[in-house]
C-alpha cells in the first residue's frame, strides 16, 4: 500500500511538473521565442523578424538597426590606415603594379586570374543535444556551390552585368561535427567561441574554417586577415546554420551571409563603412552610403548626396536580403586580392 501511494505520488508530481512546464513551452512561442527559429521564415506574415536566438524584432528594420545580420567587429580608421600601409609594403615588396579598379591606392591592384584561387573550406558543424543545427553534407556542398556562384559574379541571372568574376573559388576540404551546446550559442568574442576555435580550427592563414553554429544571435561574423598573424587560432567564419541554402530561414536562406562573412574573411569592409564621410570601405566604385540598406528596395536609394553615385545595397556587403545581393565589384575584388597577396597566401 505504501508502495503504492509512494509511486502514486511520484506519478502525481511528474504529472504536475509536466503540466507546469508544457503551458511554459506554449507561452514562450507565443511571446515570439520559437525553439528553432531556423526552422521558419525569418521575416513572419506579420513583418515581425525572428533572430537565431530567437528573440523577435518588430520589423524588418529592427532587426537590421540591432545588427543582428552581422557582428564582425568594426576597423577604425587606425586599423584600415595600418592595413593600407601593408598593402603597400607588399606591393612594392612584390615589384609594384598599378592600382585597380579605379585608381585609388588603398583598392590596391588585381592580382589574379578569374577563379584562379583555390581555398580550401574546413567546415565545423556544431549543434545542439537536441539535433539543432546538425545539417547534412548536402548544404555544406550547396553552401559551397552558391559562393562559387556569388564569387563568380553569376548569382541572379538579371542582374549578372557588372558583377565581378573574382580571384576565389571554394572547395570543400573537410568536415568535422560537434554537439555542443555551448559552443552552439557562442557568441564574438565570448570565452566559448575561443575554446571551440582552439579544439577545431585547422590549417594555415590560406584556410577558410566555417564554423556553422546558432550565431550567438546573429546571422553571422568573421575575422579579418588581419588579424591572423596575432591571432591565427581565431582566424575564420561563423555563421547561423539556417542561412546556409536549403532551410526555410527565408529571405537569408540562399547562403549570401557565408559569402558576406567571407568576404570580411578576405578583407573587405561594410560599404557603409564610414558613411558618407573619409574613405569608407576604401573602395572606390562601391559608393558611399549613410547606412546599411535592409530588405529589397524598390527603387534606387542616394543617402549619400554629396557622394556621387547611389547607394550599393545590391552589394555582397551590404545587409539587404540573399535575392537581392548579388555582386562584388571590380574595386573589390582587386581590394581582396591585394588583402589575401599581403596576409593569407602562402602564410
Ligand atoms: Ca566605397
Ligand atoms: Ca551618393
Ligand atoms: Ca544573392
Ligand atoms: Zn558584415
Avoid at 63 to 84: L, Y
Avoid at 240 to 252: D, E
Avoid at 305 to 326: H, I
Wanted: charged letters at 20%; a negative charge; proline letters at 4%.
Amino acid at each position: 500500500m505504501k508502495k503504492f501511494t509512494l509511486a502514486f505520488v511520484l506519478f502525481a508530481l511528474s504529472f504536475a511538473f509536466l503540466l507546469a512546464s508544457v503551458p511554459l513551452k506554449n507561452v514562450g512561442a507565443q511571446g515570439g521565442r520559437p525553439d528553432n527559429p531556423g526552422e521558419q521564415s525569418a521575416v513572419r506574415a506579420d513583418g515581425k523578424v525572428v533572430a537565431p536566438d530567437g528573440v523577435v524584432f518588430e520589423s524588418h528594420k529592427s532587426f537590421i538597426d540591432a545588427g543582428r545580420k552581422c557582428s564582425t567587429r568594426h576597423a577604425d580608421d587606425i586599423e584600415i590606415e595600418k592595413v593600407n600601409k601593408d598593402i603597400e609594403k607588399n606591393r612594392s615588396a612584390n615589384g609594384g603594379g598599378q592600382a585597380g579598379g579605379g585608381g585609388t591606392s588603398t583598392d590596391g591592384a588585381r592580382i589574379y586570374a578569374n577563379g584562379s584561387v583555390n581555398v580550401n573550406v574546413y567546415f565545423h558543424v556544431v549543434s545542439t543535444a537536441t539535433g539543432t543545427g546538425n545539417i547534412p553534407d548536402s548544404r555544406l556542398d550547396a553552401q559551397i556551390a552558391a559562393m562559387n556562384e556569388h564569387y563568380s559574379g553569376l548569382d541572379t541571372p538579371v542582374y549578372r552585368n557588372g558583377a565581378s568574376n573574382m580571384s576565389f573559388r571554394f572547395v570543400r576540404a573537410g568536415v568535422d561535427r560537434t554537439v555542443n551546446d555551448t559552443w552552439y550559442n557562442a557568441g564574438l568574442g565570448s570565452a566559448a567561441e575561443a575554446q571551440m576555435k582552439n579544439a577545431l580550427r585547422v590549417g594555415s592563414a590560406d584556410d577558410l574554417n566555417l564554423y556553422t553554429t546558432g550565431g550567438g544571435g546573429y546571422l553571422g561574423w568573421a575575422t579579418f586577415p588581419n588579424e591572423y598573424a596575432g591571432n591565427p587560432k581565431m582566424d575564420g567564419v561563423i555563421v547561423y546554420w539556417a542561412t546556409l541554402p536549403g532551410s526555410n530561414y527565408a529571405p537569408y536562406n540562399e547562403g549570401d551571409t557565408a559569402t558576406h562573412e567571407a568576404g570580411h574573411w578576405l578583407g573587405l569592409y561594410h560599404t557603409f563603412q564610414g558613411g558618407c564621410l573619409g574613405s569608407g570601405d576604401g573602395v572606390t566604385d562601391t559608393p558611399a552610403e549613410r547606412a546599411a540598406t535592409y530588405g529589397c528596395p524598390s527603387r534606387s536609394l542616394d543617402t549619400c548626396k554629396q557622394n556621387a553615385g547611389l547607394d550599393p545595397y545590391e552589394n555582397f556587403m551590404d545587409y539587404t536580403d540573399d535575392p537581392c545581393m548579388y555582386k562584388f565589384t571590380a574595386g573589390q575584388s582587386d581590394r581582396a586580392d591585394s588583402m589575401w597577396s599581403t596576409y593569407r597566401a602562402g602564410k
